[in-house]
C-alpha cells in the first residue's frame, strides 16, 4: 500500500472523531508554549535576582512558575485523556467493522485465510493501529510544536548557539530515513510470524484429542519449537535494529546539550552570554532532547501501525462475492411453498477445470421429501451448498417457487431454507442455546420438541443438567450422533419451509435414522425435506431419490424403481445390503 493511501486511512479513521483530535492538539500546543515561556521566566528571576537578590521576588517567581507548570501539567493530561481516548475509539470502531465484515463474507474466503491470522490481525494488528493513533500522533504533534515553538526563541537569545547545538540533528534524521524501511520489514515479518504461531496454537488445541490418539506430541512440539524460533529471529532483528538506532539518536541529542555547556560557559566568561540567557538555552536544549529521543520509538510505533494498516486493509478491502443484488426481491416465507427447481445448473469452483456440477435438472415438489445419494466428491455437498447460496453461482439456474434465488435478499432466501451441515458446529454454551440458536427467544417448549422430534430428547435427558448442560467447544463433549441430532434439532426449530440435511445423519445408526425420517415426514406438515445421506435404508424411505455421480444425476425415481434397474443406484444398494450382512 502507498504511502499516500496510508495517510488517507490514517484520516479516514480520525475523521469521526475530529473534535477530540483536535482538542488534544491544541492542548498540546498550548503545553509546548507554557514549555517555551517558563524558561524565559527563569531567564527574567534569575537576571532580576543577580543584580538585587529580594526573597519576596524569589516567592513571586515561584509561584508564578509552580502555577504554569500545574496548567502545563493539567493541559499535558488533557491532551492524552483526548488523543489516546480517539486512539481507543478507533480500536473499538475497527474491532466492531472487521467482525461485521467476515460475517458478511462467504465460507470459501476462510478456507484460504486461516482463523489465526485473522485474528492476530483483528487483534495485535488493531492494537498497533491504536498506537500509532495514540501514542504516534501525540508524539509527533509534541515534537513538531516543540521545535516549532522552541527553536525561534532560541535563536533569539543566541544563534551561534542555537545552530551549533543542532548541528547534530540533521544527521539524526537521516539515522530515522535509513532505518525506516528497513524496520518497517521486519516489523512485517515479525507481525507474519506472530500470525503463524497463533494459527499453529489454535489448530492444536482444536485438535488435541487428535494430537494424543496418534501420539504426536513431539511432533507439535517440535513444528511449535521451529514457529517460535522463527518468531524470535524476527523479533530479535528487529530488537537489534531498534537498539542500533535508538542509542544513536539519544546520544545524538544528549550531544547538543555538551555543545551548549562547551560554548556557553566559554561566551558567559567572555562577557557576551548572560547566565540567563545560557540557562534558557539549556533548558531549551533538553527540552527537545525529550521529543528527539523518543522519536525511535515513536518511529517504531508508526512502523508497527503502517504495517497493520496495510494487513487489515487486505481484509476489508475484499468484497463480499455473495450479496443482495440491486433492487433484491424480498420474500415472506410464510407463504412460501417450498418448491425448488434446477435448470441446466452448473457449478465449477474457482481455479478449477472439470465441473463440480453440470447440466443439473429437477423440481421438487412442495412437501416432498427427496434424498440425494451418490458416491463420495459426486457433488452432492456441492449442491446443498448453492441451494442456500453459500457458494457464488451465476443467474437463470437455481428457482425457490419459481423465483431466482440470485434475485432474492440473502437473508429471506436463507431464512427459507433450515440447512444442517456436514460439521455439525456447536457452540460452546448450553444445549438449549445451541437448539435455539436460529430463534434464541423461543420458548423451552418448541426447544424440548424439536428435540424429540430429532430423537435426542431421551439423551439430553439423562444430563446432569438436562438441557441446561454446557457443551465443550465445537460440541466436543457429546458424542458424533449426539452433535448431529442436536444440531437437527436446531434446525427443524426454525420454521422454514425446506430442510436441508447434508449427510446430517451419518452418525447415527439406520433405526435411529429412519424414525428422524419418519418424524420429519410427518411432523413437518408442508415442509420440504432434502436430505444427502450414505444410509440407503433410510434414503429408500423417502419419496424420491435422486442419484448423483461425478457432478451429474445419472438416475431419479423411488427406491422400488431404482433398485429394479442396472445402473448406480442397484449397485450401492447391493453393497449396501452386503454390508448389513456382515454387521
Given at each position: 500500500?502507498?504511502?499516500?493511501?496510508?495517510?488517507?486511512?490514517?484520516?479516514?479513521?480520525?475523521?469521526?472523531?475530529?473534535?477530540?483530535?483536535?482538542?488534544?492538539?491544541?492542548?498540546?500546543?498550548?503545553?509546548?508554549?507554557?514549555?517555551?515561556?517558563?524558561?524565559?521566566?527563569?531567564?527574567?528571576?534569575?537576571?532580576?535576582?543577580?543584580?538585587?537578590?529580594?526573597?519576596?521576588?524569589?516567592?513571586?517567581?515561584?509561584?508564578?512558575?509552580?502555577?504554569?507548570?500545574?496548567?502545563?501539567?493539567?493541559?499535558?493530561?488533557?491532551?492524552?485523556?483526548?488523543?489516546?481516548?480517539?486512539?481507543?475509539?478507533?480500536?473499538?470502531?475497527?474491532?466492531?467493522?472487521?467482525?461485521?465484515?467476515?460475517?458478511?463474507?462467504?465460507?470459501?474466503?476462510?478456507?484460504?485465510?486461516?482463523?489465526?491470522?485473522?485474528?492476530?490481525?483483528?487483534?495485535?494488528?488493531?492494537?498497533?493501529?491504536?498506537?500509532?493513533?495514540?501514542?504516534?500522533?501525540?508524539?509527533?504533534?509534541?515534537?513538531?510544536?516543540?521545535?516549532?515553538?522552541?527553536?525561534?526563541?532560541?535563536?533569539?537569545?543566541?544563534?551561534?548557539?542555537?545552530?551549533?547545538?543542532?548541528?547534530?540533528?540533521?544527521?539524526?534524521?537521516?539515522?530515522?530515513?535509513?532505518?525506516?524501511?528497513?524496520?518497517?520489514?521486519?516489523?512485517?515479518?515479525?507481525?507474519?510470524?506472530?500470525?503463524?504461531?497463533?494459527?499453529?496454537?489454535?489448530?492444536?488445541?482444536?485438535?488435541?484429542?487428535?494430537?494424543?490418539?496418534?501420539?504426536?506430541?513431539?511432533?507439535?512440539?517440535?513444528?511449535?519449537?521451529?514457529?517460535?524460533?522463527?518468531?524470535?529471529?524476527?523479533?530479535?532483528?528487529?530488537?537489534?535494529?531498534?537498539?542500533?538506532?535508538?542509542?544513536?539518536?539519544?546520544?545524538?541529542?544528549?550531544?547538543?546539550?555538551?555543545?551548549?555547556?562547551?560554548?556557553?560557559?566559554?561566551?558567559?566568561?567572555?562577557?557576551?552570554?548572560?547566565?540567563?540567557?545560557?540557562?534558557?538555552?539549556?533548558?531549551?536544549?533538553?527540552?527537545?532532547?525529550?521529543?528527539?529521543?523518543?522519536?525511535?520509538?515513536?518511529?517504531?510505533?508508526?512502523?508497527?501501525?503502517?504495517?497493520?494498516?496495510?494487513?487489515?486493509?487486505?481484509?476489508?478491502?475484499?468484497?463480499?462475492?455473495?450479496?443482495?443484488?440491486?433492487?433484491?426481491?424480498?420474500?415472506?416465507?410464510?407463504?412460501?411453498?417450498?418448491?425448488?427447481?434446477?435448470?441446466?445448473?452448473?457449478?465449477?469452483?474457482?481455479?478449477?477445470?472439470?465441473?463440480?456440477?453440470?447440466?443439473?435438472?429437477?423440481?421438487?415438489?412442495?412437501?416432498?421429501?427427496?434424498?440425494?445419494?451418490?458416491?463420495?466428491?459426486?457433488?452432492?455437498?456441492?449442491?446443498?451448498?448453492?441451494?442456500?447460496?453459500?457458494?457464488?453461482?451465476?443467474?437463470?439456474?437455481?428457482?425457490?417457487?419459481?423465483?431466482?434465488?440470485?434475485?432474492?435478499?440473502?437473508?429471506?432466501?436463507?431464512?427459507?431454507?433450515?440447512?444442517?451441515?456436514?460439521?455439525?458446529?456447536?457452540?460452546?454454551?448450553?444445549?438449549?442455546?445451541?437448539?435455539?440458536?436460529?430463534?434464541?427467544?423461543?420458548?423451552?417448549?418448541?426447544?424440548?420438541?424439536?428435540?424429540?422430534?430429532?430423537?435426542?430428547?431421551?439423551?439430553?435427558?439423562?444430563?446432569?443438567?438436562?438441557y441446561e448442560t454446557l457443551v465443550g467447544?465445537?460440541?466436543?463433549?457429546?458424542?458424533?450422533?449426539?452433535?448431529?441430532?442436536?444440531?437437527?434439532?436446531?434446525?427443524?426449530?426454525?420454521?422454514?419451509?425446506?430442510?436441508?440435511?447434508?449427510?446430517?445423519?451419518?452418525?447415527?445408526?439406520?433405526?435411529?435414522?429412519?424414525?428422524?425420517?419418519?418424524?420429519?415426514?410427518?411432523?413437518?406438515?408442508?415442509?420440504?425435506?432434502?436430505?444427502?445421506?450414505?444410509?440407503?435404508?433410510?434414503?429408500?424411505?423417502?419419496?424420491?431419490?435422486?442419484?448423483?455421480?461425478?457432478?451429474?444425476?445419472?438416475?431419479?425415481g423411488h427406491h422400488s424403481e431404482l433398485?429394479?434397474?442396472?445402473?448406480?443406484?442397484?449397485?450401492?444398494?447391493?453393497?449396501?445390503?452386503?454390508?448389513?450382512?456382515?454387521?
Amino acid at each position: 500500500m502507498a504511502k499516500s493511501h496510508r495517510l488517507a486511512k490514517i484520516a479516514d479513521y480520525l475523521r469521526p472523531y475530529w473534535r477530540e483530535t483536535i482538542l488534544g492538539i491544541i492542548a498540546l500546543l498550548v503545553v509546548n508554549g507554557l514549555g517555551v515561556y517558563i524558561p524565559l521566566l527563569i531567564r527574567s528571576g534569575v537576571d532580576t535576582l543577580s543584580t538585587s537578590f529580594s526573597f519576596n521576588q524569589v516567592i513571586h517567581y515561584v509561584v508564578i512558575i509552580v502555577l504554569l507548570s500545574s496548567a502545563m501539567w493539567m493541559m499535558r493530561m488533557a491532551s492524552r485523556i483526548w488523543i489516546f481516548g480517539v486512539g481507543r475509539q478507533v480500536e473499538f470502531d475497527l474491532k466492531q467493522r472487521i467482525f461485521e465484515h467476515l460475517l458478511k463474507l462467504e465460507p470459501s474466503y476462510f478456507a484460504v485465510n486461516t482463523p489465526g491470522d485473522l485474528i492476530s490481525r483483528a487483534t495485535s494488528d488493531v492494537d498497533n493501529i491504536r498506537r500509532l493513533l495514540g501514542f504516534a500522533v501525540l508524539s509527533l504533534a509534541n515534537t513538531l510544536f516543540a521545535y516549532t515553538l522552541t527553536l525561534p526563541v532560541m535563536l533569539s537569545l543566541s544563534v551561534d548557539l542555537t545552530l551549533a547545538s543542532l548541528a547534530v540533528y540533521p544527521l539524526m534524521f537521516l539515522l530515522v530515513h535509513l532505518f525506516s524501511d528497513r524496520l518497517r520489514n521486519e516489523q512485517t515479518v515479525v507481525q507474519e510470524q506472530l500470525s503463524e504461531i497463533s494459527e499453529l496454537v489454535r489448530e492444536d488445541i482444536s485438535g488435541m484429542a487428535l494430537i494424543k490418539i496418534y501420539a504426536q506430541e513431539e511432533n507439535e512440539r517440535q513444528a511449535f519449537n521451529r514457529k517460535n524460533e522463527q518468531l524470535l529471529a524476527a523479533n530479535l532483528q528487529l530488537a537489534k535494529s531498534r537498539n542500533t538506532l535508538f542509542p544513536m539518536i539519544g546520544g545524538l541529542a544528549n550531544l547538543s546539550s555538551l555543545i551548549i555547556i562547551w560554548m556557553g560557559t566559554a561566551q558567559i566568561a567572555a562577557g557576551s552570554l548572560a547566565i540567563g540567557d545560557f540557562l534558557a538555552l539549556l533548558i531549551y536544549v533538553e527540552r527537545l532532547v525529550f521529543p528527539t529521543a523518543l522519536l525511535g520509538f515513536t518511529i517504531t510505533a508508526y512502523q508497527r501501525g503502517e504495517v497493520s494498516i496495510d494487513r487489515l486493509e487486505t481484509i476489508l478491502s475484499v468484497t463480499p462475492k455473495i450479496q443482495d443484488p440491486p433492487n433484491a426481491l424480498h420474500i415472506e416465507v410464510s407463504k412460501l411453498k417450498g418448491e425448488l427447481k434446477a435448470v441446466n445448473f452448473n457449478y465449477t469452483y474457482p481455479g478449477a477445470n472439470i465441473p463440480a456440477l453440470e447440466d443439473i435438472n429437477f423440481t421438487i415438489a412442495p412437501g416432498e421429501v427427496v434424498a440425494i445419494v451418490g458416491p463420495i466428491g459426486s457433488g452432492k455437498s456441492t449442491l446443498a451448498n448453492a441451494l442456500p447460496r453459500l457458494l457464488d453461482i451465476q443467474p437463470g439456474q437455481l428457482f425457490l417457487d419459481g423465483l431466482d434465488i440470485t434475485k432474492l435478499a440473502v437473508s429471506d432466501l436463507r431464512g427459507a431454507i433450515a440447512y444442517v451441515p456436514q460439521d455439525s458446529f456447536l457452540f460452546s454454551t448450553t444445549v438449549k442455546n445451541n437448539i435455539r440458536y436460529g430463534d434464541p427467544i423461543t420458548s423451552e417448549e418448541d426447544v424440548v420438541y424439536a428435540g424429540k422430534m430429532a430423537q435426542i430428547d431421551a439423551e439430553i435427558r439423562n444430563f446432569p443438567q438436562k438441557y441446561e448442560t454446557l457443551v465443550g467447544e465445537r460440541g466436543i463433549t457429546l458424542s458424533g450422533g449426539q452433535r448431529q441430532r442436536t444440531a437437527l434439532a436446531r434446525a427443524m426449530l426454525i420454521d422454514a419451509p425446506i430442510l436441508l440435511l447434508d449427510d446430517a445423519l451419518s452418525s447415527v445408526d439406520n433405526q435411529t435414522a429412519t424414525q428422524i425420517l419418519t418424524n420429519l415426514s410427518t411432523g413437518t406438515k408442508r415442509k420440504t425435506v432434502i436430505f444427502i445421506t450414505h444410509q440407503l435404508s433410510a434414503a429408500a424411505t423417502s419419496d424420491r431419490i435422486l442419484v448423483i455421480d461425478q457432478g451429474k444425476i445419472v438416475q431419479i425415481g423411488h427406491h422400488s424403481e431404482l433398485v429394479q434397474q442396472p445402473g448406480l443406484y442397484k449397485t450401492l444398494w447391493n453393497q449396501h445390503q452386503v454390508e448389513e450382512l456382515l454387521r
